[in-house]
């Protein structure tokens, strides 16, 4: 019997995109940047900045995120490895495609071949024709996501895949979740809502 697909978002879920953003932002314009400004994922209102130079300055990081530097959330590379002998997973991401080559590199780095695939959804303001994450799901057949966005969770809660929002994060704040939604706060916690063993 094939094994049942889960799609995993990177950033934030994987890698601590905000916390190493900050970090390399302050230290390059001498800002002081706080995590809890980050009420959505958008950056331009904590950053003070329109939104092409932000893009600018958030491409210009992510180019700067190498393999060898750019350290994944630590439990992380265990608990990946443990779900991926139970369920295929495909890393589902709003990265921009032009950093593929870079993601592959730095998801083989550190998790292997736990990821069978890798598709890049686009962001709304640059991309000609984004996708939802959702849609991506449906073709992939994947029965969860793992994503720390409310927004791609319910995206496809409402096509009956089951999420699993990831991280306590002042992005991600809400009163209620649909009855296929669950929050889970580490990779530990994942593992236990898919009934492995941490
Ligand atoms: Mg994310």
Request: net charge negative.
């Amino acid at each position: 019997m094939s094994k049942e697909i889960i799609a995993v978002d990177i950033d934030e879920v994987l890698f601590p995109f905000i916390d190493e953003f900050i970090k390399d932002h302050d230290a390059r314009f001498g800002t002081s940047l706080d995590k809890n400004h980050f009420d959505t994922y958008e950056f331009s209102a904590p950053l003070g900045l329109d939104v092409p130079t932000t893009i600018e300055r958030v491409y210009a990081f992510q180019k700067r995120i190498d393999s060898k530097i750019s350290e994944p959330f630590e439990e992380s590379k265990e608990a990946v490895a443990k779900l991926s002998k139970h369920y295929e997973l495909a890393v589902v991401t709003a990265r921009h495609p032009q950093f593929e080559d870079m993601t592959i590199e730095w998801l083989r780095e550190h998790y292997k071949s736990s990821f069978v695939s890798i598709t890049h959804i686009g962001f709304a303001p640059i991309m000609e024709k984004p996708i939802t994450k959702a849609a991506v799901c449906l073709e992939l057949g994947a029965i969860a996501l793992i994503d720390d966005s409310i927004d791609h969770i319910l995206q496809c809660s409402k096509s009956d895949i089951e999420g699993v929002l990831f991280g306590n994060y002042p992005w991600n704040q809400t009163n209620a979740l649909p009855p296929n939604v669950t929050r889970c706060t580490s990779w530990l916690e994942v593992l236990e809502h898919f009934e492995l063993q941490a």
